[in-house]
């Protein structure tokens, strides 16, 4: 978690493709809300500003657009 960070969300499409760029990576992302904590899986870029969500995420998560999460890459060793 000390790799974590803290980003806005940004809610992309709800119809993308199967799979991600192959720059994509995989993140465990999270809500900020101790009482409503929820976690998932999202692939992103390696890079970012501001993270992407599907709506379907951004549902489980319970955060809308421009709502902050609190992020972390997964490497393969993790």
């Known amino acids: 978690m000390r790799q974590s960070r ?3 969300v940004k809610i992309g499409e709800s119809d993308p ?3 991600g760029p192959p720059e ?5 992302v999270s809500s900020r809300s ?3 904590f929820r976690a998932t899986l999202a692939p992103g870029p ?3 500003a501001e993270f992407p ?4 995420a951004a ?3 319970g955060v809308r657009d421009g709502d902050a999460v609190r992020v972390v890459p997964l ?3 993790s």
Do not use: C, M, Q, T
Not at 24 to 28: G, M, R, V
């Open 6 to 8: 803290v980003l806005p």
């Open 17 to 19: 493709l199967p799979e």
């Open 24 to 28: 994509d990576i995989l993140w465990l």
């Open 34 to 36: 101790f009482e409503r």
């Open 46 to 48: 390696a890079r970012i």
């Open 53 to 56: 969500l599907l709506p379907h």
């Open 59 to 61: 549902e489980v998560l």
């Open 75 to 77: 490497s393969p060793g």
